[in-house]
Structures are given as structure tokens and as C-alpha cells.
T-cell receptor, first 110, second 113 residues
Framework: GNSVTQMEGPVTLSEEAFLTINCTYTATGYPSLFWYVQYPGEGLQLLLKATKADDKGSNKGFEATYRKETTSFHLEKGSVQVSDSAVYFCALSVDDKIIFGKGTRLHILP | SAVISQKPSRDICQRGTSLTIQCQVDSQVTMMFWYRQQPGQSLTLIATANQGSEATYESGFVIDKFPISRPNLTFSTLTVSNMSPEDSSIYLC??????????FGQGTRLTVV
């Protein structure tokens, strides 16, 4: 079946540190891959996406590359800010349905 | 893009009662989706609501427990029936799927006591 596995949190980093949140997936067919973010008190919103192998999604300094060979879509940012504190969800879309990972809570300390 | 208004934003309900959650979209959409997010868990799709037809439920969810209405292309409701504490969750309405961006309401935080 289709599933998403992402690293468990919470992840706590100091400001300007490098961030990686791992995400791997299992899917039949050729899914699109997404990272969604949920800031405190707000709804989920799309952070970035990639629709085919080797695509790189990027937004707000975050990047993730669709790696078909390793079935991964790891989220990275070179220098995090306090304002990046949020819950991050890796997700895949196949057959017009979105399947989410469990979410990773990120705390950035000033 | 789409703006989704969901209400109530939160509620505390007695077990055995029912709560209806409303979802209003600022544009016409074919499909609307209802999710549940249990504490510390991922979002789980409950059902897909198409205008003019019965909702399609995912495994583990049934119409008697989660009846859904879709009277037009901008509005849907989800009812959580005969509630128990295990139904305490955040319920989210969503539009847009596939390769495109999905948009979410801010969710309804339900606590059943």
C-alpha cells in the first residue's frame, strides 16, 4: 500500500543551524510528493512539492529532491530561523488522494 | 488558490451527542475532503465528498458515524455522531488534490467528555 514515514520529533535546533527532516515513502505508481507546514495556530499550507523523479522543490529557503531510487524526499534548509518553528508534514499524492506522514515538530531556539 | 472557512473552530461535547462541522470554500470545487488528525498522529482521510452523490468513505470510516452532506459546489458538512472520547481529534476540511496544491481549513478541535 501507499505510506509515508518521516522522522519523529520534536527536533530542536539553534538559529542558523542546518536542518534535515527525513522522509521516505512507499507507493504504487508514480506519486507526487509534498511538504506541508503548520505554523502555530494556523492551518496546513503547502511548503513545496515535486511531481516527478529528480525534481527539486524549493520555497522559503527549504529544499527537497524527489529521489526515486531511494524513495525519499528529505527536507533541508541551510540556516533555520526562529520563525521556522512549526510542524512539518511529508505527503504523497496518488490516485487523487493525499497520504500524510505523522509530522515532525521543529523548535528553533534563538 | 482557495480560502476555506471551517466552523466551529473548537468545541467540547458530551459523549453520546453529535456535532456538525461546516466547511465553506470561496470558489466552486468538484471534490471536498474530510480528514481527522488525532493527537500526535498524522492526518487520516475520512471521506471524499462530491456534489450530487454519496460521499466515498475510506476504510475504517462509515456513513452512520460520519454522515456528510454536499449540497452545492462550495459547501460541505461533516457530522460526528454518537460521540465518544475516542472521537476527540482535529477535523479538517480540504480541497484540491492530485499533483496540485491542497488547501486546508484551520480545523475543528473536538473534545468529547
Amino acid at each position: 500500500g501507499n505510506s509515508v514515514t518521516q522522522m519523529e520529533g520534536p527536533v530542536t535546533l539553534s538559529e542558523e543551524a542546518f536542518l534535515t527532516i527525513n522522509c521516505t515513502y512507499t507507493a504504487t505508481g508514480y506519486p507526487s510528493l509534498f511538504w506541508y507546514v503548520q505554523y502555530p495556530g494556523e492551518g496546513l499550507q503547502l511548503l513545496l512539492k515535486a511531481t516527478k523523479a529528480d525534481d527539486k522543490g524549493s520555497n522559503k529557503g527549504f529544499e527537497a529532491t524527489y529521489r526515486k531510487e531511494t524513495t525519499s524526499f528529505h527536507l533541508e534548509k541551510g540556516s533555520v530561523q526562529v520563525s521556522d518553528s512549526a510542524v512539518y508534514f511529508c505527503a504523497l499524492s496518488v490516485d487523487d488522494k493525499i497520504i500524510f506522514g505523522k509530522g515532525t515538530r521543529l523548535h528553533i531556539l534563538p | 488558490s482557495a480560502v476555506i472557512s471551517q466552523k466551529p473552530s473548537r468545541d467540547i461535547c458530551q459523549r453520546g451527542t453529535s456535532l456538525t462541522i461546516q466547511c465553506q470554500v470561496d470558489s466552486q470545487v468538484t471534490m471536498m475532503f474530510w480528514y481527522r488528525q488525532q493527537p500526535g498522529q498524522s492526518l487520516t482521510l475520512i471521506a471524499t465528498a462530491n456534489q450530487g452523490s454519496e460521499a466515498t468513505y475510506e476504510s475504517g470510516f462509515v456513513i452512520d458515524k460520519f454522515p456528510i452532506s454536499r449540497p452545492n459546489l462550495t459547501f460541505s458538512t461533516l457530522t460526528v455522531s454518537n460521540m465518544s472520547p475516542e472521537d476527540s481529534s482535529i477535523y479538517l476540511c480540504s480541497v484540491g488534490q492530485g499533483e496540485t496544491e491542497a488547501f486546508f481549513g484551520q480545523g475543528t478541535r473536538l473534545t468529547v467528555v
